[in-house]
């Protein structure tokens, strides 16, 4: 990783630095309503911390994203996020939904970045969480073994496929 960061640029850096302090920032703004400034020096050191980790850990350009596909997977990763609460929330409230859990196991592409993106989200579908991430798969445990889990799963493969634009290298 160190050896990637010394071959970019300063201005790239740096760029990069700022666009992820401000989406960081947002996001804390966002967090906490925007209306308490206490402990500015607190939360602004851990923003620069922050940004500089993600940096470390994920350099500019290695992960290239389409914007539009990043666009159209939101509304999708909310109504999923939903949809996931209230199913499990029925099946806890009301005992007469069926439970049949079980787990199932899914191909993946082996790329690291879609790999993490899906385990991440699978878990927010309807009765689902991801277990276990292999080489080649991803172990998913189920709620309901007769529910169209791995259809589900196959869309947000196709969902997340189209967020990441190609990488060369």
């Known amino acids: 990783m160190k050896q990637e960061i010394k071959k970019l640029k300063y201005s790239t850096l740096i760029t990069t630095f700022i666009l992820r302090f401000v ?3 947002a996001g804390w703004m966002a967090l906490v309503g925007g209306q308490q400034y206490g402990d500015r020096w607190f939360v602004i050191v851990f923003l620069v911390a922050t940004t ?8 500019p350009g290695q992960w290239k994203l389409r ?3 990043v666009v159209q ?6 109504i999923m996020a939903l949809s996931g609460g209230w199913d499990v929330a029925r099946r806890v409230f009301y005992r007469t939904i069926p439970i049949d859990p079980d787990f199932i196991t899914i191909e993946h592409d082996g790329d690291s970045r879609k790999t993490l993106i899906l385990a991440w989200v699978i878990s927010l ?4 969480a991801s277990s276990v991430i292999t080489e080649n798969t991803i172990v998913v445990h189920v709620l309901d073994k007769n529910l169209p889990v ?11 496929n189209k967020m990441f634009a190609e990488v060369n290298g």
């Open 67 to 69: 914007p539009l596909g």
């Open 23 to 25: 989406v960081l920032a």
């Open 150 to 160: 791995t259809e589900e799963i196959q869309e947000l493969q196709n969902r997340v």
């Open 73 to 78: 997977f939101f509304p999708y990763f909310i």
């Open 52 to 59: 500089l980790i993600s940096i470390y850990t994920v350099p």
């Open 125 to 128: 579908l309807p009765g689902t």
